[in-house]
């Protein structure tokens, strides 16, 4: 079935340094790609997302890139920050039908990174 | 600023018991949704709804029920707690591909 699979689980980095998580994702047919991250005691927000139709996207320290061929898409934080600590969690979208109302746009998670910056 | 509220941020529940899980969102979202977050495992669907009184089963929705009344509220029922259901549960809402995410109810199932 659709699966998206996100590595590392846990990243240790200096503050300063670059940070890279990468995702993998089965079905060919999802176009939309968001990260969320997750502070602790809150839920998950979104940081950026990138559609299949773009190879890359930036907003000021973020970037995504994506390439559809090996089913990859990465995160990409430079000069890392300690408030960059936090669970960070790739999806891909998948189209999904209904019954009675046409269909939606699922969204498969990876698993999580757990990021540390350290001071 | 938009928002999806669920009321009861820590709960501790026994074996048996009834439990709900409320959620309200103020954007008008025709979606909601409830997932269930583990160490490991991400955010697995349990279930949405994309109107009122529709509802569809995600990926995990045994041991579980929703109620969507009204547009802005979404409720998780859990008929008879087990321990295994021990969990955070986040709810979520949108009007598109994007989901906005509530703060997460943790419950504890003894």
């Known amino acids: 079935g659709e699966n998206v699979e996100q590595h590392p689980s846990t990243l240790s980095v200096q503050e300063g340094d670059s940070a890279v998580i990468k995702c993998t994702y089965s079905?060919?047919?999802?176009?939309?790609f968001p990260w969320y991250k997750q502070e602790l005691g809150k839920g998950p927000q979104l940081i950026i997302d990138?559609?299949?139709?773009?190879g890359e996207k930036k907003d000021q320290r973020i970037a995504v890139t994506l390439n559809k061929t090996a089913k990859h898409f990465s995160l990409h934080i430079t000069e890392t920050q300690p408030e960059d600590s936090a669970v960070y969690f790739c999806?891909?979208?998948?189209?999904?039908?209904?019954?009675?109302?046409?269909?939606?746009?699922?969204?498969?998670f990876g698993a999580g990174t757990r990021l540390a910056v350290h001071p | 600023d938009v928002k999806v509220t669920q009321s009861s941020r820590y709960l501790v529940k026994r074996t048996g018991e009834k439990v709900f899980l409320e959620c309200v969102q103020d954007?008008?979202?025709?979606?909601m949704f409830w997932y269930r977050q583990d160490p490991g495992l991400g955010l697995r669907l349990i279930y949405f709804?994309?109107?009122?009184?529709?509802?569809e089963k995600g990926d995990i929705p045994e041991g579980y029920s929703v109620s969507r009344e009204k547009k802005e509220r979404f409720s998780l029922i859990l008929e008879s707690a087990s321990t295994n259901q021990t969990s955070m549960y986040l709810c979520?809402?949108?009007?598109?591909?994007?989901?906005?995410f509530g703060e997460g109810s943790r419950l504890t199932v003894l």
């Open positions: 079905d060919s047919a999802s176009n939309y």
């Open positions: 990138i559609r299949s139709n773009v």
């Open positions: 954007m008008d979202h025709e979606n």
């Open positions: 979520a809402s949108s009007s598109n591909e994007d989901r906005v």
């Open positions: 999806a891909a979208s998948i189209y999904w039908g209904l019954m009675f109302s046409g269909g939606y746009n699922k969204l498969i």
């Open positions: 709804s994309y109107d009122v009184k529709m509802k």
